[in-house]
């Protein structure tokens, strides 16, 4: 039995205590009153009331006491249950606050080695960009320079012969303009001359 049974049982005790001192007050005060009735049949009549009363009593605490006894029980029984329901269901909601904790720690984890990756992987693709960069300017440099030098040589040749054609094309002129006929006899027989000399 708890605690607030064995109160509970002292007052109903203490209760019929009192109660029984006010009757017997009660019963002496009548007493008192009645100075004429002889005393034996007084004491007889009291101890009848006590006796009737204390059966009343007895009964009535035998009656009274047993369901409310029952029902304190029932009612200490279903407070017992419901602090052990509620013991288990704040034990499994640590439980459950601890899988979740711990899982939500699992998973900062995992973002964390993620973005460390995605950082790494960013990290080496902008560095494979930049050296593909790097060769490609440098091709493209090293074609420019060819190319540019094909162009310039080319450019040169056609300036040479160009020039040639001019060059030939003026001597050409000068030779109609300034050779008269004479003159050219007078060559032709100069390289005959020459190439007789040279035989």
């Known amino acids: 039995m708890n605690l607030r049974g064995i109160l509970m049982n002292k007052k109903i005790i203490s209760s019929a205590a009192v109660l029984l001192l006010i009757v017997s007050a009660s019963v002496a005060v009548a007493a008192a009153d009645a100075h004429h009735v002889d005393s034996g049949v007084l004491i007889k009549d009291f101890l009848y ?16 006491t047993k369901p409310i006894r029952k029902g304190l029980a029932g009612r200490r029984e279903g407070i017992e249950k419901a602090l052990k329901e509620a013991q288990d269901a ?16 699992k ?32 091709k493209i440099s ?3 320079e060819k190319a540019a030098s094909r162009e310039i040589a080319k450019a040169k040749a056609e300036l040479r012969q160009e020039a040639t054609n001019m060059a030939i094309e003026i001597a050409r002129d000068l030779l109609t303009q300034k050779v008269t006929g004479d003159d050219q006899k007078r060559l032709v027989n100069e390289y005959i001359q020459k190439v007789g000399e040279l035989h």
């Open 107 to 138: 998973a900062s984890a995992e973002i964390d080695d993620i973005y460390a990756s995605i950082k790494r992987e960013g990290e080496l693709e902008r560095d494979r960009i930049i050296a593909e960069a790097k060769e490609m300017a440098e």
């Open 49 to 64: 009331r006590m006796f009737n009363f204390a059966v009343t009593f007895g009964l009535l605490a035998y009656f009274v």
């Open 142 to 144: 090293q074609d420019a």
């Open 90 to 105: 704040k034990e499994k909601a640590e439980a459950r606050y601890a899988e979740y904790d711990e899982k939500l720690t």
